[in-house]
């Protein structure tokens, strides 16, 4: 292990921000990890760098966790139990369960992130949320170096949240995530509009897991850019949940307002659609901007600063509301 001194962060952040480490390290076990926290109580996580958006500098220790590795950990005639490394690619963990025919995460295809990342956010799409097949989340403390394991119960999962976005938030150092798929009898969602509008043009009657992954991937790209291409955090703001009386009221002068019941008296709204009312969608603000396709994603064109996108962001934010009375929260972590 080797601290690097002034490294640029842009190549390890999808948004392809230009901020720099100070100092920078890249861990590829527990045991390096557990030494460096022996010497560096304040220290900056680092993974995918999917769900941030770096506003500035980092002053303390960067620590690039590359942890790797896939284990079954158990398995019955129905399911498998797999303990995954924080460090590995999301989507390439969801292409290897498909290949093994594991099912449960299929609609989760295509998010961009490694594995350490999925419980801090909650990570959903398509009708799935990642908590559904979470059993367990293991990580070191920072202060003390020692492994703790979380049960899904104590994650405390919620709609894009969990404990580690809120009390243990730079408390805990995710390692690693564990897994309960199916291997048999698979509960496909498909539900999803979108999803049964892909099968059907593919012409899909009993569609496999490879088939609804297949199908997200396909919606995906046709919505969403890859930050290989433009920087981008995917879904920067939450779908807002709002009271079924707040809706009836907005709806009175916005009947087309797309919704879906969460609850008796709770209706989501697609905050896409709501961007895009405001007239936000496909503008450019400098090399700031939104997405021409999907109002959803905030987009670096190449030179933009974190604080370009967050002040756009919060003009967005303000529009929204003067328009509808809707507060957009963001989902994306602001550093």
């Known amino acids: 292990m080797k601290i690097q001194q002034n490294i ?71 399911h498998v139990y797999l303990t995954v490394n924080a460090g590995e690619d999301w989507h390439e963990f969801v292409l290897w369960c498909i290949a093994n025919d594991y099912g449960g995460i299929e609609n989760l295809s295509l998010i961009p992130g490694n594995v350490g990342t999925c419980p801090i956010q909650n990570i959903g799409a398509y009708g799935v949320e990642v908590k559904d097949t979470i059993t367990k989340v293991e990580g070191l403390e920072v202060a003390t170096g020692k492994l703790v394991s979380f049960s899904n119960e104590d994650c405390k999962f919620g709609y894009r949240n969990s404990i580690f976005k809120n009390t243990h938030k730079g408390k805990i150092v995710l390692t690693s995530v564990g897994f309960k798929l199916t291997k048999k009898d698979h509960q496909l969602n498909t539900s999803y509009g979108a999803i049964k509008t892909e099968l059907a043009s593919r012409k899909v009657i009993k569609p496999t897991l490879k088939d609804v992954s297949d199908a997200v991937i396909a919606i995906r790209k046709s ?104 507060s957009l929260e963001i989902e994306v972590n602001i550093v």
């Open 223 to 326: 919505k969403l850019p890859d930050p290989k291409e433009i920087g981008n955090s995917g879904s920067f703001f939450k779908n807002p949940v709002i009271s079924k009386k707040q809706f009836l009221e907005i709806q009175k002068v916005h009947a087309n307002m797309p919704n879906y019941i969460v609850s008796e008296n709770e209706i989501k709204i697609p905050a896409g659609w709501l961007v895009e009312q405001s007239g936000f969608k496909g503008k450019r603000f400098g090399d700031a901007g939104v997405h021409e396709k999907q109002a959803l994603v905030l987009v670096n064109f190449g030179n933009a600063s974190g604080q370009d996108i967050l002040e756009l962001a919060k003009k967005i934010q303000i529009t929204v509301f003067s328009k509808f009375q809707i």
């Open 8 to 78: 640029s962060l842009k190549e390890y952040n999808t948004f392809g921000i230009a901020a720099n480490a100070k100092r920078f390290i890249s861990v590829s076990s527990v045991y390096e990890l557990q030494q460096l926290l022996k010497t560096e109580k304040e220290v900056f996580l680092l993974s995918g760098g999917s769900n941030m958006l770096l506003t500035k500098d980092i002053d303390m220790l960067v620590v690039h966790l590359n942890i790797t590795g896939v284990s079954i950990d158990t398995e019955d005639d129905k």
